[in-house]
């Protein structure tokens, strides 16, 4: 990836290290995968093999190789397995795994970890005295963020560079006052020097008593990326610093390529990789649904010609299932006549590139229309206030989880939350407030969860959240974190200070077999936790 522009080097580089944070989060995940397989459950040996699969190409992707080959030899053993028609593991399936799962795990108990560490959300605060954040520096710590106070820009440099713990810090928001770079050109160089360095790895947001004009040209001249009036308020801080890191570091673009060409698919899936995105492949359509159900590409490139069936054919049979409709099917072949290809449009194609393809034309084409399917998800699936899952997904995504549940023989935990006397905030501070504190309890979730767990608005103030493989002791452990944390937020109206409180009530798969008992009985613990005084988590039947 030697030829590659800075830029794109620097992005596959901060995903690489984002990978290595997650690493054994995900080698735990194929941990219990595992133990469920040896135990006989037959279905979860598909999955384990779908879940090494996806994690060895996205180890390729970023240049984890020996993840890549150790995933892959595991992969090769349990697709064996399964090609031989058995649904339990050969003895060199076992050791291949076993070897894999302590190579990279370690053992450690990831389940639930406390959210991201400064490596990728610090925040450096030049004051030559005192500086702002100061006085919130233990409410941003409830956001998952570290405060690290300097007074010079050498020292944003090597935490970038060398990080407090030697491994760097992906990104560095510099949050300091207006003064602090007026009438110091030398600074401003530096700090120039610096974000070129490390491009996209550095914010600036300024802050300064004065708002008028003259004053936030000063700011764009300096480079900010935000500018605040001071005293800030902590919610617009959060959601500018969420904001910044959260574009930073979103997730790639995921594509399934469908081919049954060895050759053409690495070459293919190496053009995507280097431009940073992650590639999943299928030369065998029968698992196809298998893949799309569990990693939900957002493209797929696919051939026209295969030996089991045609790719007009296969577009055809994905059409036919409605889950997988919005996603665009793009034809990449050497096939030249234009009736074909417009068959093959009509087939459920949306788009027909023709080999050989220019590399940045290809990867292009794929960024656009990966991009647009995800903002299509976004809002369809999204509430627009808080960005989490709406009343609509969050209750289908539960039925999707119980379901993958059943399969592996694993538990789930499904949370209802709602917002103490949040009415009150509503007639007391008003309605802007309220959003603010609606969207405060989103980004603390957000934060204090698993990636893999889903977290919705359920309507209102209530809130839903599905914590997989996870059984009632732990989901009551987290929730009550979340629930003293949320306390501690200091709310601001403009005018008054006040902190607000949650109430919670959790329901365990398989104890209840269904989405509909499930949400019965979370919603029942619920209130029950309401009927006892509020501000508390109360397991179902207990």
Do not use: W
């Not at 790895?201 to 008593?209: C, F, G, K, S, T």
């Amino acid at each position: 990836m030697g030829d590659l522009p800075p830029r794109v080097q620097e992005r596959l580089e901060q995903l690489s290290r984002k990978l290595e944070s997650e690493l054994p989060t995900r080698i735990e995940e194929i941990r219990e995968l595992f133990g469920s397989a040896r135990a006989g459950k037959g279905p979860a040996l598909r999955e384990l093999r779908n879940r090494i699969h996806q994690l060895a190409g996205t180890a390729a992707t970023f240049g984890l190789d020996s993840v890549t080959i150790d995933a892959r030899a595991a992969e090769k053993h349990i697709s064996h397995d399964l090609e031989s028609g058995t649904e339990r593991m050969s003895e060199f399936t076992v050791s291949s795994v076993e070897t894999f799962v302590e190579k990279y795990g370690g053992g450690t108990d990831t389940t639930h970890a406390t959210g991201p560490g400064p490596r990728e959300r610090v925040i450096m605060a030049l004051a030559e005295a005192g500086n702002p954040l100061s006085e919130m520096e233990d409410q941003l710590g409830v956001f998952g963020y570290a405060v690290r106070y300097t007074t010079t820009l050498q020292d944003v440099g090597e935490c970038v560079e060398n990080g407090t713990n030697g491994d760097g810090c992906t990104n560095v928001v510099v949050f300091a006052d207006l003064s602090f770079f007026a009438g110091k050109p030398e600074r401003l160089k530096e700090l120039k020097d610096l974000r070129e360095r490390f491009p996209e790895r550095i914010h600036l947001v300024l802050v300064a008593e004065n708002h008028d004009f003259e004053t936030r040209l000063k700011s764009v001249r300096y480079g900010a990326d935000a500018f605040f009036q001071s005293p800030v308020e902590l919610a617009q801080l959060v959601d500018k610093f969420e904001d910044m890191l959260s574009e930073q570091m979103s997730e790639p673009y995921h594509i399934l390529v469908i081919d049954d060409d060895p050759e053409q698919v690495s070459s293919t899936a190496l053009v995507l990789q280097e431009a940073g995105m992650i590639t999943s492949v299928v030369s065998d359509p029968e698992y196809l649904f298998e893949i799309m159900v569990e990693y939900k590409p957002e493209l797929i490139l696919m051939d026209m010609y295969m030996p089991k069936c045609s790719g007009m054919e296969l577009a055809s049979i994905i059409r036919q299932n409605d889950s997988f409709v919005s996603i665009p099917i793009v034809f990449y072949s050497v096939e030249r006549d234009q009736d074909k290809q417009l068959e093959a449009i009509r087939c459920g194609g949306d788009d027909f590139l023709t080999k050989p393809i220019d590399p940045e034309h290809l990867v292009t084409s794929v960024r656009i229309r990966a991009a647009r399917t995800r903002a299509m998800r976004f809002f369809m699936e999204r509430d627009s206030l808080t960005g989490l899952l709406n009343h609509t997904n969050i209750k289908t995504r539960l039925n999707s989880e119980i379901d993958r549940a059943r399969r592996i023989g694993t538990q789930l935990a499904f949370v209802m939350i709602d917002i103490d006397h949040f009415k009150g905030v509503n007639d007391t501070h008003g309605h802007l407030t309220g959003d603010r504190v609606l969207r405060s309890l989103a980004r603390l979730l957000q934060e204090r969860l698993r990636r893999t767990d889903l977290i919705g608005r359920y309507g209102g103030e209530e809130f839903a959240v599905v914590l997989f493989n996870t059984n009632a002791d732990r989901a009551v452990t987290v929730m009550n974190e979340v629930r003293e944390r949320f306390s501690r937020i200091r709310q601001n109206s403009g005018t008054a200070e006040f902190s607000v409180t949650l109430s919670a009530g959790i329901a365990v798969y398989p104890d209840y077999a269904s989405a509909a008992e499930l949400n019965e009985a979370a919603d029942t613990a619920l209130y029950d936790a309401k009927n006892r005084g509020r501000n508390r988590v109360i397991l179902a039947g207990t």
